[in-house]
């Protein structure tokens, strides 16, 4: 079974940074499809940042040049690092792992972490 657990959300003051982890078992992260969405209330979902097994990365418009996805395939974990946060970019975010396989693909979602920005 495939289990990703987010951490690092909380409050902050706009401007400011937070790091989010995200800690995969069952499945590597080097070896599939990572990515963060988030949902702003009564909004729908979004891609905030994703990286392949190979390592390419890519960003929302909203956060190019703020956020960074990264991660450690030592401790199976995938990152991303927010900096100069808006009040605007309050949501929960989540993490995501894309498993492709023969004969389809499967989603797996962590239960999310809130991140609240304050003007």
């Known amino acids: 079974q495939v289990q990703l657990v987010e951490s690092g959300g909380g409050l902050v003051q706009a401007g400011g940074s937070l790091r989010l982890s995200c800690a995969a078992s069952?499945?590597?992260?080097?070896?599939?499809?990572m990515g963060w969405y988030r949902q702003a209330l009564g909004k729908q979902r979004e891609l905030v940042a994703r990286?392949?097994?190979?390592?390419?990365?890519t960003y929302a418009d909203s956060v190019k040049g703020r956020f960074t996805i990264s991660r450690d395939n030592a401790k199976n974990t995938v990152y991303l690092q927010m900096d100069s946060l808006k009040p605007e970019d309050t949501a929960v975010y989540y993490c995501?792992?894309?498993?492709?396989?023969?004969?389809?693909?499967?989603?797996?979602w962590g239960q999310g972490t809130q991140v609240t920005v304050s003007s």
């Open positions: 069952g499945a590597s992260v080097s070896d599939n499809a």
């Open positions: 990286i392949i097994s190979g390592g390419s990365t």
């Open positions: 995501n792992l894309v498993r492709r396989r023969p004969w389809g693909n499967s989603d797996y």
